[in-house]
């Protein structure tokens, strides 16, 4: 435990009096402070907002991540490289802590930096503001509603020959990637209704709404007439909308038990929308101090896991391999959910499309648990970090991930020490 | 039998090729080695440049692993963390991080060696003291000359009290006075009860201060003895049994 701490001061020291910590903060308040002179929003309160969160933080952030990869990247590779390391790996110390050590080293002054930036932006925000939790309407699993369209499928004698003899994993997510884009048809005079799970839902008595996104990939422009009710709550809506459509809830009584959310088409033409996508209830959670508060610690994981993943680089390989592949592997990770997104027919595709795709959809597996949570984009529309969420991001980004490669990391350092 | 007890490294059959890229192997460095080495003696390993010594003492030090044969340090293979407990080790250049201090690299290899803090400040004074750095303490070692680095190198190796130290070329570089105080040191470690493994191709500062040498030439034992009982002087004696090799640096010990 003393070597670890050892480790872990010496690898603080070395960012000290190299001075990349004191470069970091003052790069990070610089652009904090700055950026909101330098660049105007759409003209609204919540337009500015939302631009000085997600490039202002957002900029930091990404500051951070490279600067940080690049360091730790460095961490091991480069005492190996001056021959400092075997100083080190001769004494009672176990491999374990020294990748320990460095990957905390690198994370704490990430923390740091980030906390100094959250401070700068706490200072210019409302933090009593109220934030949503933006809940989506309780559906079957898209696996499982994948499964009951493979078996229809199989029953159903007009299937194409093809589908049959396909691999059942592959016709399964395709459709699985289907159900997810589900489209839902709500005819003129008809009614429909979605239920919400409501227990994750914190503040009664407050604002309700619903919110209606037709984004996507054919920009859909729809007609939505018709009238929302909600226990108590309803709206009637008469609108066009391209993209985003809010719709308050209002009158005596508040949310349902049972948190069914009915709605009425009242237009003129079918209404189209995909449940798991276009439509969610937005209701009151708490303020925006501690919806910070929460994106900070899951971006404060984040980091711990790309620095996690550059210090076993920097003990498996030489210090401008390890760059280079982490730099890849970020881009990959990052670029992999829209890729497998946009480009699901592997079936009638060649080889070189297969193998990438298979690549491509590892990498976009391994990372979901991550990139489905967005802590930036939340905090900029002012949309609840989950504490759920939070914590299993928290707990893989500072705990099982980093340990994981920290783990890898001593098994690859008297190895690549063979070389 | 009684000797085997006494034993604090053991090489049995040690071989260690190096190879490419494919895994063909390129170079044979030590080939078929064994050697044993005694509790309070100092060793000296001796051999021209590239006779396979550096290699060999990495093995010992479980910096690299051995492609066939056997190494122990006081039993154990050297890897692990109870043989590395007993370990000092001095490489040829002195590798400091050039932003600590004096101190603070003291600490820190105390730190690593399991000390608390302040058992760990006591150690780093007693051993400042003797190395004779306790001015410059505070003093970032980036600054120091080779002769202060050194010497810190030396307090850093001794700060876990070991039972062994391994010595890389401990004079190398060093002007006259100091290398007649680090072999002095030497000695006197030796006299408390240390064992010493060092390489030299300084054959005078071997014949000072080690009690048993041996001789390697491509990777493999040419001699080994007792320096008394060379019947010759340790310089005729290596000549004799590595040749007039070119690669040998006759100046170094000559001059």
């Known amino acids: 435990m003393i070597s670890f701490w050892r480790i872990f001061s010496l690898e603080i020291l070395a960012l000290v009096r190299s001075r990349t910590l004191a470069m970091l903060t003052a790069a990070s308040v610089a652009w904090m402070l700055a950026f909101p002179h330098l660049v105007r929003g759409d003209g609204t309160a919540a337009g500015a907002r939302e631009l000085d969160i997600h490039f202002s933080l957002g900029g930091v952030f990404a500051l951070l991540v490279v600067a940080l990869l690049s360091s730790a990247t460095g961490a091991i590779a480069r005492e190996r490289a001056a021959k400092r390391l075997q100083l080190t790996l001769v004494r009672p110390v176990r491999y374990l802590s020294i990748a320990l050590g460095k990957i905390l080293a690198h994370v704490a002054v990430g923390a740091f930096v980030l906390a100094v930036s959250c401070g700068v932006l706490a200072a210019r925000s409302d933090l009593g503001r109220s934030c949503s939790h933006v809940l989506s309407p309780v559906l079957p699993s898209p696996a499982e509603e994948a499964r009951d369209m493979y078996d229809a499928y199989l029953k159903d004698p007009e299937t194409p020959e093809a589908v049959r003899k396909a691999p059942k994993a592959v016709v399964l997510r395709l459709l699985t990637q289907r159900a997810v884009d589900h489209y839902q048809t709500i005819s003129t005079n008809s009614s429909t209704a979605w239920r919400f799970d409501l227990s994750s839902a914190a503040g009664d008595g407050g604002p309700i709404a619903v919110r209606l996104r037709f984004t996507n990939q054919l920009e859909m422009r729809q007609d939505v007439v018709g009238d929302f009710r909600f226990g108590g709550l309803s709206a009637t809506v008469s609108n066009m909308t391209q993209a985003v459509l809010m719709v308050p809830l209002a009158g005596q009584g508040g949310a349902p038990a049972d948190g069914v959310l009915g709605f009425s088409n009242r237009g003129k033409t079918a209404l189209m929308l995909r449940p798991r996508r276009d439509i969610n209830l937005l209701t009151p959670a708490d303020a925006f101090g501690w919806n910070l508060l929460r994106a900070y610690v899951a971006l404060v994981a984040i980091l711990a896991i790309v620095v996690a993943l550059g210090i076993f680089l920097s003990a498996a390989l030489g210090r401008p391999v390890a760059l280079f592949v982490a730099i890849v592997l970020l881009v990959v990770g990052e670029m992999s959910p829209s890729v497998v997104e946009q480009y699901p027919d592997e079936l009638e595709t060649s080889i070189a499309d297969r193998i990438g795709l298979v690549i491509t959809r590892f990498a976009a597996t391994v990372t979901r648990p991550v990139s489905s949570l967005s802590p930036l984009a939340s905090l900029a529309k002012d949309e609840c970090v989950e504490p759920r969420e939070m914590a299993r991001v928290a707990l893989l980004g500072s705990v099982v991930l980093p340990f994981a490669f920290a783990i890898l990391a001593a098994f690859a350092l008297p190895r690549k020490q063979d070389d | ?255």
Request: one cysteine or more; proline letters at 4%; a neutral charge.
């Open chain 2, 1 to 255: 039998m009684a000797a085997e007890d006494d034993s604090v490294i053991r090489l049995k059959d040690v071989s260690r090729t190096f190879r490419d890229f494919w895994l063909r192997p390129t170079v044979k460095a030590v080939d078929g080695l064994s050697l044993t080495v005694r509790r309070g003696e100092v060793f000296g390993l001796l051999g021209p440049n590239g006779s396979g010594k550096s290699t060999t003492i990495k093995m010992i030090l479980g910096l690299l692993s051995p492609s066939g044969g056997e190494v122990t340090l006081f039993g154990l293979p050297p890897r692990t963390v109870a043989a590395r407990r007993r370990l000092g080790y001095l490489p040829e250049l002195s590798y400091l991080h050039p932003f600590l201090t004096a101190k603070e690299t003291l600490m820190y290899y105390a730190g690593l060696c399991g000390l608390r803090r302040a058992v760990a400040a006591e150690r780093a004074r007693e051993l400042l003291r003797m190395v004779g750095l306790t001015e410059v303490a505070g003093r970032p070692v980036g600054g120091f000359s080779k002769g202060m680095a050194r010497r810190i190198a030396l307090a850093s190796a001794l700060i876990g009290r070991p039972d062994l130290l391994v010595l890389d070329e401990p004079t190398s570089g060093l002007d006259p006075v100091s290398t007649k105080e680090v072999k002095t040191m030497i000695k006197a470690l030796s006299a408390g009860g240390m064992t010493i493994l060092m390489t030299s191709h300084l054959l005078a500062d071997a014949e000072d201060v080690c009690d048993r040498v041996m001789i390697v030439n491509h990777g493999r034992s040419v001699a080994e003895g007792r320096i008394g009982e060379l019947g010759t002087s340790l310089e005729d004696f290596f000549l004799a049994k590595v040749g007039d090799a070119d690669d040998f640096v006759l100046a170094d010990f000559l001059a």
